[in-house]
């Protein structure tokens, strides 16, 4: 049976892009053939969370709506650099809770975190979808492996757009950043493009 995730953003109580969980979760039901889905709301509802403060709730659920929830004390983190790694198989449509792949690419890159290249592309990183700035802009890579929550919802708000982003453009842009349901569009938080450590041209370019 396959076994999904939804990891959502709680701070002092508040639950953050609540619809956009939702609707994801329902879309995978539907998708894999069940017409009735897991109630995210009545699932917080239900764990009487009390506490301050940023949380990650995490629940992983399957097609017969067995679910497993945890409420994990989130921090922002502080990635050092980055690794291009070329992975032209590799699918993440659905927010699998098998990550055994992405480890395994993680365990084989030389920096804290990877950045997924598939037929030229860039991707994701192994937990989060990317903006690049070029300029006073931000944009985001039309060939993401998963559509992800907060991506979904800075396009809605127009505050970013959808580019196609290579390795032959990828040069163009100055800055990036990460983005998840816990990670926010934060201009605090933006890393200059040379973070990553085998930009093209460099002999460290790992094929996976």
Known sequence: ????IESIKVEDQEVFLLEFHQKRVNQTFSHFGREDSI????IYKSLKHKEDGLFKLRIAYDLDKKIRTQMIP????????FQLIENNTFDYSFKFEDRKELEKMKTKAKAEEIIIV????????SFSNLLFRKGKDWYTPKSYLLNGIQRQSLLKRKEIKEIEITLQNIMEFSHFQIINALNDFDDMFIYPIDRIINLPG????LNF
Do not use: C, G, S, V
């Open 118 to 125: 598939k037929n030229n592309h860039i991707t994701d990183t």
């Open 202 to 205: 460099n002999e460290e370019y």
């Open 74 to 81: 989130y921090a922002i983190p502080e990635i050092l650099d």
């Open 1 to 4: 049976m396959y076994q999904f």
């Open 39 to 42: 109630d995210l709301a009545k």
